[in-house]
T-cell receptor, first 115, second 115 residues
């Protein structure tokens, strides 16, 4: 069964500092990879996705993620965090299963931003 | 604006009540989903509809009953719920019928409290 691991439950950074949120998956093939963000009281919003090609993908709100096949990782990064980035971040992976690509979500990482 | 609208935003119901959650999207998407989000747990897929046909039922108790009258509307009918059903219920839609290859668009959710 496919699985997604976000090893950090909470991450605390200072405003203006750089950020990296970790995501690892366990599959034989390269899955479709996603990062979502959830602000308090809201649904999830797609930040970026990776299908194939360039392993560094750019997303909305200044986020980027790098796919590393050798490490089965898809870490999310931002060079300078803003207070409004405080939210829950979810990594998701999707593999074909009978023609369906229902994603599996990680447990999420809560980002706390200090002024 | 997410493109997926859920109503109501908050719902408090007794265990003997019957209520319905509504989800509406006008993005031209062909697939719609219900997810349950509980504290400290991963996102749980409940139901999947592709082109108005239910294609997934993730062992959800019969006290939850989905309905998809057309590709733009999705309902979740609730009856005789238990306190452990209290959670954030998220609706999502996707561009193609095979699941989340391009990523999901989520609604803001309905916060359900069962008393």
């Amino acid at each position: 069964a496919q699985s997604v691991t976000q090893p950090d439950i909470h991450i605390t950074v200072s405003e203006g500092a750089s950020l990296e949120l970790r995501c690892n998956y366990s599959y034989g093939a390269t899955p479709y990879l996603f990062w979502y963000v959830q602000s308090p009281g809201q649904g999830l919003q797609l930040l970026l996705k990776y299908f194939s090609g360039d392993t560094l993908v750019q997303g909305i709100k200044g986020f980027e993620a790098e796919f590393k096949r050798s490490q089965s990782s898809f870490n999310l990064r931002k060079p300078s965090v803003h207070w409004s980035d405080a939210a829950e971040y979810f990594c998701a992976v999707a593999l074909s299963s009978g023609g369906s690509y229902i994603p599996t979500f990680g447990r999420g990482t809560s980002l706390i931003v200090h002024p | 604006e997410t493109g997926v609208t859920q109503t109501p935003r908050h719902l408090v119901m007794g265990m003997t009540n019957k209520k319905s959650l509504k989800c509406e999207q006008h993005l031209g998407h062909n697939a719609m989903y219900w997810y349950k989000q509980s504290a400290k747990k991963p996102l749980e897929l409940m139901f999947v509809y592709n082109f108005k046909e239910q294609t997934e039922n993730n062992s959800v108790p019969s006290r939850f009953s989905p309905e998809c009258p057309n590709s733009s509307h999705l309902f979740l009918h609730l009856h005789t719920l238990q306190p452990e059903d209290s959670a954030l219920y998220l609706c999502a839609s996707s561009q193609e019928g095979a699941g989340g290859v391009y990523g999901y668009t989520f609604g803001s959710g309905t916060r359900l409290t069962v008393v």
